[in-house]
């Protein structure tokens, strides 16, 4: 089975950008870190419907633990900061 793991930092980089990454690779940057995390739900769904993939996203908190989510996470992500 394939893992697809979804990185989001806490912090933002000098320019004010969240960068994903996927497996490590940096892919898309955001200027909102609610927007990072939305991308990241987003596509892990679309690759976690794919048979033989398992996707998390690992969103840092502000404590700098990594915490690490399942495609399928419910909890609604407009609220964050």
């Given at each position: 089975m394939a893992l697809v793991i979804y990185d989001i930092p806490f912090h933002a980089?000098?320019?004010g950008l969240w960068h994903v990454h996927v497996n490590g690779v940096p892919t898309e940057n955001f200027g909102r870190r609610v927007d990072a995390i939305a991308y990241a739900m987003h596509q892990s769904k679309l690759a976690g419907a794919q048979r033989g993939i398992q996707v998390l996203v690992s969103v840092?908190?502000?404590d700098g633990?990594?915490?690490e989510f399942e495609s399928t996470a419910k909890r609604?992500?407009?609220e964050l900061r």
């Open positions: 980089d000098i320019a840092e908190g502000a633990i990594w915490r609604p992500i407009t």
